[in-house]
């Protein structure tokens, strides 16, 4: 599970980057979220594990029959391997799923 002062960092470090982006229409890696322009990849390890990605809070629920459970800005969802589902302003993309843990990209949907 994320401790509350990595998701602290996370959070600011999205926002930080997300506030330059307009500016150097560049990317950036922080603290294991890659963002570009108009996405970003993340891993989630651990039941609980979450990150603030595009304005948008992201919470791991876990993995069941291959499928990771997700919240997204507060809207339940779920995507296996390749598979990809839209929430609210986002979609994701599962690009990859374990036991523990889904590899993720948001974009604005």
Do not use: H, K, W
Not at 15 to 35: D, R
């Amino acid at each position: 599970m994320a401790s509350t002062s990595t998701t602290r960092r996370i959070a600011a470090a999205l926002t930080t980057g997300a506030l330059l982006l307009p500016l150097s229409a560049c990317s950036f890696t922080a603290n294991g979220v890659s963002c570009s322009t108009s996405s970003c990849t993340v891993t989630l390890t651990g039941a609980g594990a979450e990150a603030d990605i595009l304005g948008t809070t992201l919470t791991f629920g876990g993995v069941q029959d291959g499928r990771a459970s997700l919240s997204v800005g507060g809207t339940e969802v779920s995507c296996g391997e390749g598979e990809a589902v839209t929430a609210g302003p986002l979609e994701v993309e599962c690009s990859g799923v374990t036991d523990d843990s889904v590899e993720l990209t948001a974009s604005v949907g």
